[in-house]
Nanobody
Framework: QVNVVESGGGLVQPGGSLGLSCATS????????MGWYRQAPGKQRDLVAT??????TNYADSVKGRFTISRDNAKNVYLQMNSLKPEDTAVYYC?????????WGQGTQVTVSS
């Protein structure tokens, strides 16, 4: 059983910053990509950012220049979110893709509102 656990969500004002963290119990040698997705009410789950084991990153156009994904020891992934907008409000999910399967966390709510 592979666990994926997010933390760090909350309420923040527009223009503010928030950091998310994700930890996984997946075998470090099997991890290919880790990333963040988000789902707003009534919408599909969309890519936010991903990072490979070699450090290659990919961002959704809507977050480029504002969000930064990073990883340490290849099993924890972070998302630093700056200049947050109300449209960033969503449940943020951590995703871990291994050689065998793909795993999701339970999600953490991020609300951007004044």
């Amino acid at each position: 059983q592979v666990n994926v656990v997010e933390s760090g969500g909350g309420l923040v004002q527009p223009g503010g910053s928030l950091g998310l963290s994700c930890a996984t119990s997946a075998n470090i040698l099997s991890i290919l990509v880790m990333g963040w997705y988000r789902q707003a009410p009534g919408k599909q789950r969309d890519l936010v950012a991903t990072i490979t084991t070699t450090g290659e990153t990919n961002y959704a156009d809507s977050v480029k220049g504002r969000f930064t994904i990073s990883r340490d020891n290849a099993k924890n992934v972070y998302l630093q979110m700056n200049s947050l907008k109300p449209e960033d409000t969503a449940v943020y999910y951590c995703n871990v893709r291994t050689r065998k399967s793909t795993y999701w966390g339970q999600g953490t709510q991020v609300t951007v509102s004044s």
